[in-house]
């Protein structure tokens, strides 16, 4: 009851694209939602396949996409029903094929096919709604699936507010002072960035960041080049952003290294990603939220890969977790969140104060 439907509704009709709206069912199986073989052997497509097709086919009518709303996603036990489709979920892997020509496919979609072969566009998009009510009647969705979406909370106070005042000096002071990490090295900037170039058919009008114009804009001047204008606006280095991004990271994981809960490489490829695209659609706009915009990054991507401490906290609480050091887990990300709450990171601070509680934020 607190709007999720609508606003999904009204983000499509923002973007001017078509949408359909599906509500989740615990008994959907991968025939249901991808589809599979008749008693004829012919392939028939199931809900999500055909959304899929819908969105091919106001490609080439309209130059626009087409959307898939899922209403109550998680009354539906979702890893298992969406099958093949999961590894797609990611943008990155869609130049495979959903449905290959193998599978003798019905003549009514032929129109869509390259080669034969059914793909995911790139520009496709599924909305999803989600709510905690009523727990036990609900499935709860693995970090996995999570992780290929942007999770959003539904908060009525909610003010997309700029940067604070004096927060640059800070992020200034914490890049100097902090050490850099392994996993810094091991983020391929170059892969992020191809990712995002190339992710386009140009010729059905299919683009991964939905606009043409954007795509060409984000093909001349790449993540490097995007992600440096924007720090030389608020008096930084160009490689400033990138570094704070990337010391946050390396800060917590050296925290709450022991407790098997590690902040990898994808969601913070991911985060890259996020804020890239926002200073793509409005850099001046999103230099002047710059803290707001990483805030809503992490609270994204990076909080949920962190959700299994939670547990480890109730299991300390009760004594059947041994500590080995100076300062508890609950004591740790309680310290961390204080942190980031510091440096104008007010929702992931949030969240990590959760995790201190004992409580889930998936």
Known sequence: GSGKTTLSE??????NVESRVITGNPEWTPFDTIGGRDINGVFRPGLVTNSIIDCWRSLKNKGMPAFLIIDEINRANVDLALGR???LLDVKHRENPLIESTEKLSDDFKDVLIKGNLYVPYSFRIIATMNSYDKALLFKLGYA???RFAVV?????FKFEQNPQGWIEKVKNFIKERKSCDLEKSIDLDMIDKDLRNLLRHEYNDYALIDKDLQTTLGNDGVR???????????LDSQDILS???KIVC???EK??????EITEAPIADTIKFITVSALLDENWASQHLARLLDEALSSYVAPQLDILADKVKAENLKLLSIKREKNLKEILEEISKEMEDYGLIKFSDKLSKLARGESIL
Do not use: V
């Open 10 to 15: 009204n983000i499509c009709k923002t973007l």
């Open 85 to 87: 489709l999961f590894t």
């Open 145 to 147: 699936l999570l992780r």
């Open 153 to 157: 909370d539904m908060r009525r106070t």
């Open 225 to 235: 080049g995007i992600l440096g204008r924007l720090a030389k606006n608020l008096g």
């Open 244 to 246: 704070l991004i990337y």
């Open 251 to 253: 800060t917590i994981n």
């Open 256 to 261: 709450l290294s022991g407790y098997d809960a």
